[in-house]
């Protein structure tokens, strides 16, 4: 038996404000976690309008108004005990989460560090009930005249906590936390209507609307929200959803991101990491897409019990939702997220959906069409199984490598010579035609909705660069290599040749086969055909250059991948190169069968497009004309 009067014990059973005040420690950080936690009661209540205010940034007070269920008197006093909750009856029903609160410890936990009072009505009772808390301990419990609904004041956040006090920082700085947690739920519950004041000043006036992209206009403005394009993957027991801005809009910081699990804001590394993964095999770039993206999953498939906040969460089965995310994402962006649209004049036209490009086919159109520029060799670059250098007047098209999509031939109206179309099937652009060439540096097409202007180094580039990442040799544009009748030996600087040592496989993926000699030595034994007959040493010198300052510059060793990124980049088509048609038609037919037709992989578009509808609209030939 223990003596419960031994005075030798030195263990002590906690009062319960004490131990509110411990729990008030973990779920209440600031003036914020308060307005999440109020805020979140009220989604769970049903609520279809939220009102916030906030005087100090919440260190002063804190009012949140809602006009959801309401409580009787018992329920709403039975709610300010620690583990007093309507969410779950059982253990059991922690594994089948519904609802955003589950613990039943926020309102005692708020109520133990603050002048707390709450103000609750049901609709179908005739009054309401009020009750008023100070530093946890219950002060008085009355009937009060209410609309129906719930309206709780925290007051002196901290007041009785000193410690707790000083730790809380400048006013703007809890306002801005306060604010972007309620840009996150206006997110993921955009037909609920929320308003916040600060000091009496309206911040946010959002009414609700049965279409997302009100949300995303309200939360990132209207300019951001007409580049977004919508994402959805949808599988037995997973949905993914939400709207990801195009490349062309980006943020240094991850600040414009937002994830959430079955409507619950979250961090996750899960779902960070496979958004991360997916948009960087698309793009390669240091800055961030803006995203608001929605998981949603059986909720025995995952755990939020996990973090005191509930701001973390655990999948069951990790590598499903990684997958869906990744291929929700992918195939938001490619199909017509990466393409971005040319207008002659900004305009601010009503919100709508990003407009994409639906290029189904060629029709029938007139006869018109650029000459063919003046045929140079390109030998040097490409390998297209012909020897005569004189200009072709009527190029052949050229049927695609691999077996994939083919192009097309087909007599222009009026005896015009034979085009060459070119399929982009599964992406939102279908057969397009070459016209010709602008500058020597950008390719001219048509299709049946639009111009397309294409930069021939990034396209070139891009159709390296996968193909050497998947070690592809088949193509007229692909890497073939030339073994040296007499081998070539490379002196490095130290830098160099371990740079070098450790990226000989991605330099063979290139078309460079080089091997170690000794010391800094290298003996160069093959290199890519199309610059057999190019200063090749200085080519693969500046690429090693480009290796080594990145490697110094980020003080970690390049990574393979960035080491064929240089290589493709240094490899491709030039500005100023002048193409014939059938290099054009091969170049752009070669760029259809990639994974990514749309950007480079420094994140680069390829693709500019000119709609007919703009070109009509500039020229006034939209109308009764």
């Known amino acids: 038996m223990l003596d419960e009067e031994n005075d030798d014990s030195i263990v002590r059973l906690l009062d319960d404000n004490t131990a509110n005040q411990i729990a008030a420690g973990e ?144 006013t703007q700085t809890e306002l801005n936390h306060a604010t972007d947690f309620l840009h996150r739920l206006i997110l993921a519950y955009h037909t609920i209507g929320f308003r916040l004041t600060h000091d009496s000043h309206e911040l946010i006036a959002y009414p609700g609307s049965a279409d997302p992209r009100q949300a995303l206009a309200t939360v990132y403005g209207r300019d951001v929200a007409r580049e977004m394009v919508p994402l959805l993957y949808e599988s037995p027991g997973l949905t993914v959803r939400g709207s990801v801005s195009k490349p062309s809009v980006s943020k240094a910081t991850r600040s414009a991101q937002a994830f959430f699990v079955n409507g619950r804001h979250v961090r996750s590394r899960t779902v960070q990491h496979a958004f991360d993964a997916a948009f960087s095999r698309l793009m390669t770039t240091e800055r961030h897409p803006v995203v608001a993206l929605f998981v949603e999953i059986s909720p025995e498939l995952v755990d939020v019990n996990v973090h005191p906040a509930k701001t973390e969460v655990r999948f069951t089965r990790d590598g499903e939702v990684y997958a869906a995310i990744s291929r929700a994402v992918e195939s938001a962006l490619l199909t017509g997220g990466l393409v971005p649209e040319v207008t002659v004049q900004a305009s601010l036209p009503e919100l709508a959906m990003p407009t994409t490009l639906a290029m189904t086919g060629m029709g029938e159109r007139g006869s018109d069409r650029l000459a063919p520029p003046l045929r140079t060799s390109l030998s040097n670059y490409v390998n297209l199984g012909s020897s005569d250098p004189a200009p072709s007047s009527t190029p052949n098209p050229l049927p695609l490598s691999g077996g994939g999509r083919r192009s097309e031939e087909r007599v222009e109206p009026g005896g015009g010579q034979p085009s060459a179309y070119i399929g982009f099937d599964g992406y939102r652009i279908g057969r397009l035609r070459v016209l010709g060439q602008s500058r020597n540096t950008y390719i001219i097409a048509e299709t049946d909705d639009a111009l397309l202007l294409i930069d021939q180094h990034i396209a070139h580039e891009r159709v390296l660069y996968e193909q050497m990442m998947n070690g592809a040799t088949d193509s007229a544009w692909g890497v073939v290599t030339q073994h040296l009748a007499v081998p070539q030996t490379l002196e490095l600087s130290p830098a160099d040749a371990r740079v070098v040592q450790e990226r000989l496989g991605a330099l063979e993926r290139s078309g460079f086969v080089l091997e170690p000699f000794g010391g800094e030595t290298f003996m160069v034994r093959a290199v890519p055909a199309r610059i057999a007959d190019k200063p090749y040493l200085e080519i693969l010198k500046e690429i090693i250059e480009d290796l080594t300052q990145t490697s110094v510059a980020r003080r970690l060793l390049v990574a393979h991948e960035s080491a064929i990124i240089m290589a493709s980049c240094k490899m491709a088509v030039k500005k100023g190169d002048p193409l014939t048609m059938d290099e054009m038609t091969r170049l752009l037919a070669d760029l259809a069968q990639m994974r990514n037709p749309f950007t480079c992989p420094h994140g680069r578009p390829i693709l500019l497009a000119l709609s007919h509808h703009e070109m009509d609209r500039k020229f006034h030939r939209i109308g009764p004309h």
């Open 27 to 170: 779920v209440v950080e600031r003036p914020s976690s308060v307005v999440k936690e109020l805020v979140e009661n009220s989604l769970d209540a049903g609520a279809s309008r939220i009102e916030v205010e906030l005087f100090e940034g919440g260190k002063n007070k804190i009012v949140v108004r809602d006009n959801g269920a309401g409580m009787s008197r018992t329920d709403a006093v039975l709610a300010l005990q620690r583990h007093a909750t309507s969410k779950i009856r059982s253990a059991d029903d922690l594994f089948s989460i519904h609802t955003l609160g589950f613990r039943g410890e926020a309102l005692p936990s708020i109520a133990s560090v603050s002048d707390f009072r709450i103000l609750t009505k049901r609709p179908q009772d005739e009054t309401g009930t009020e009750i008023i808390v100070r530093a946890g301990e219950l002060a008085e419990v009355r009937d009060a005249a209410a609309p129906d609904g719930t309206q709780i004041t925290v007051e002196n956040l901290f007041f009785c906590v000193p410690a707790r006090l000083k730790f809380l920082k400048t």
